[in-house]
């Protein structure tokens, strides 16, 4: 066979319970601590903004976590989510390597975030929830919670970073479409907001704004909690859904993957399919390498401290451990606004600092050209974001063909760039650009970092 393949499952393979990596990590988790008693958050201190089950996600050191039945009904509207042997793309590099790709694209908003949005507006309807406040980068993780509400007949408010916010009207029209509402951050309604717009009307805004903004509201109204699509422990559980399927699609190939990639923002699809190969790692003799791929323009993992942070600018989170480049800082804009954030993930970034991962960073138009490489091979429209993922994948069946290997490689294609059309029309225009951000900034936001212990 020269060409490429489709792994699907059958749905009685499909996964039952999503996999927590806590509880058999070397180390324990540094626990996030309360900004004013520098005590560890309690779940009481949580409560306001989060479902009660969500918290307890959060916080447990259970193995496995039971998937609920109505949750799994919803997955089935598009899991398994195909695991695809890349042949046509080994083809064009020439390489030995073997190229596959988990195609999380195929979901309804067209990415990896319905793993988490489905589970919590789940449960945030099971107990009694009326409407949902979030924040969304590119839009991917808004137009999910979306669509979640809309199944779950929830209200969804969701500030959106002002630059994606301008740059993606057909993401709000997704929103929209879901029946959820659509507002530019920093906005003049919350009090976080307004601070920003005050000092810099202009904002382009943030991830940590929005935060910010969107905690404000549900800590303020008792009808509202909050749902956040990637960072937390319990948005990392939920998509080891597709590391799990993996595992599986892995084995009817045949074949075991020697390197697993994925792109990082807060970290959560990383985790999603990483997590359980880590656990083979750690618990099966597994000896998969394991690759986080970052932004150049906001690197957290390669170029951010190992300390607690806030995990939004307006410091209203808990203070967690993890790699940042401090919450003052303002990364360049750049198309892949959902890689846009400060901080990583407290699990991620404690992966990380254990050795049990790698990481690098790519500029954009390098991450550019390897998706424009990959949709002529395979004729997927690769995220922005994922492209990441492609270039780490390109380079590392580059390295096995100039070491004569033919290793494995797994990649997860995190989602489809239908709605990030501009981008690809401002790279092949020559406009896209490689923005660094200033070492004097870098250095400004980890001297402000809060001083903890
Ligand atoms: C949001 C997003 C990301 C980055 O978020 P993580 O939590 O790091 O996964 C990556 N890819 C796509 C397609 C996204 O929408």
Redesign the pocket.
């Known amino acids: 066979m020269t060409d490429s393949v489709k792994y699907l499952l059958p749905e009685d393979k499909l996964p039952k319970a999503w996999y927590n990596l806590a509880a058999d990590l070397p180390a324990p988790l540094p626990p996030p601590l309360h900004p004013g008693t520098l005590q560890p958050v309690t779940a009481d201190d949580l409560a306001p903004i989060f479902p009660r089950a969500v918290i307890e996600q959060e916080m447990t050191q259970e193995r496995w976590v039971e998937i609920p039945e109505p949750v799994c009904e919803v997955y089935r509207l598009w899991r398994p989510a195909p695991l695809i042997r890349a042949r046509r793309l080994e083809k064009a590099l020439d390489t030995p390597a073997r190229i596959y790709f988990k195609y999380?694209?195929v979901s309804p908003a067209?990415?990896?975030?319905p793993n988490s949005a489905v589970p919590q507006a789940f449960y945030n309807k099971q107990e009694g929830v009326k409407r949902l406040a979030t924040e969304t980068?590119?839009g991917?993780?808004g137009s999910?919670l979306a669509f979640a509400g809309s199944l779950f007949g929830l209200e969804v408010e969701i500030y959106m970073v002002r630059i994606s916010y301008n740059q993606k009207p057909y993401r709000r029209a997704l929103m929209e479409t879901y029946g959820a509402r659509c507002i530019a951050s920093p906005s003049p309604l919350t009090n976080a907001g307004r601070a920003i717009l005050e000092k810099s009307p202009e904002s382009n805004g943030s991830l940590g704004i929005a935060i910010s903004e969107a905690v404000e509201v549900a800590a303020t109204r008792d009808d509202t909690k909050y749902a956040l699509?990637?960072?937390l422990n319990h948005?990392c559980l939920h998509?080891t859904v597709i590391g799990e399927e993996a595992i599986l699609q892995m084995e009817m190939a045949g074949d075991r993957p020697d390197v697993v990639i994925?792109?990082?923002?807060?970290?959560?699809?990383?985790?999603?399919l990483a997590f359980p190969y880590i656990r083979e790692n750690l618990k099966n003799g597994g000896k998969t390498r394991v690759v986080g791929v970052e932004p150049a323009s906001c690197p957290s993992l390669t170029r951010g401290r190992y300390a607690y942070d806030f995990g939004d600018t307006g410091h209203l989170t808990p203070l967690t451990k993890m790699h940042t480049l401090g919450s003052t800082f303002m990364p360049p804009g750049s198309h892949?606004?959902?890689?846009r954030?400060h901080g990583m993930?407290a699990m991620v970034s404690h992966v990380k600092e254990l050795g049990l991962m790698e990481a690098r960073a790519y500029w954009q138009t390098e991450c550019f050209a390897a998706a424009v490489q990959f949709a002529r091979a395979e004729g997927i429209v690769?995220?922005?974001?994922?492209s990441?993922?492609i270039k780490g994948a390109i380079d590392e069946a580059l390295r096995c063909k100039a070491e004569g290997k033919a290793e494995t490689i797994l990649f997860?294609l995190?989602?489809?760039g239908h709605f990030d059309m501009q981008a690809y029309t401002d790279f092949f225009a020559g406009n896209l650009r490689d923005v660094a951000f200033e070492e004097e900034e870098l250095k400004a936001a980890l001297e402000a970092l809060p001083k903890v212990g």
């Open positions: 999380e694209g067209g990415s990896h975030k980068g590119a991917q993780w999910s699509g990637s960072v948005v998509q994925a792109c990082t923002g807060g970290g959560s699809n990383f985790a999603g892949a606004g959902g890689l954030y993930s690769p995220a922005p974001e994922s990441h993922a997860n995190s989602g489809h």
